[in-house]
């Protein structure tokens, strides 16, 4: 069993920035996909990034676009989130999660029941 372990939240005024961080224990994330999502207190879980394995494809949420950007280092067995110009409707639980698969499924990516694997959230608070 693969276990994601996020950092990097914390509390960012607004126009700041933040990067977070994913990484797997007890194991590599060779040939997995991976995503973010977000949740604010009382909304569903929703998309807002994804990668394949290469690194080669990426794909966001309209609402990030051009601020948030997702990469990753496979040398290091880390996914990123690099979160800029953050408002206030960015504040939620960000969740880091990956799929037994290389590549990302335009059709499936934004569905948080097709991805194995979920970290346990770390919290971005973004004061206005």
């Known amino acids: 069993q693969v276990q994601l372990v996020e950092s990097g939240g914390g509390l960012v005024q607004a126009g700041g920035s933040l990067k977070l961080s994913c990484a797997p224990s007890?194991?590599?994330?060779?040939?997995?996909?991976a995503a973010w999502f977000r949740q604010a207190p009382g909304k569903a879980r929703v998309f807002v990034a994804a990668i394949s394995w290469s690194g080669g494809s990426t794909y966001y949420q309209d609402s990030v676009k051009g601020r948030f950007t997702i990469s990753r280092d496979n040398a290091k067995n880390t996914v990123y989130l690099q979160m800029n110009s953050l408002k206030s409707e960015d504040t939620a639980v960000y969740y880091c999660?990956?799929?037994?698969?290389?590549?990302?499924?335009?059709?499936?990516?934004?569905?948080?029941?097709?991805?194995?694997?979920w970290g346990q959230g770390t919290q971005v608070t973004v004061s206005s």
């Open positions: 999660a990956a799929k037994i698969y290389p590549l990302i499924a335009v059709a499936t990516m934004k569905i948080p029941e097709h991805y194995n694997y």
């Open positions: 007890g194991r590599t994330f060779s040939n997995y996909a």
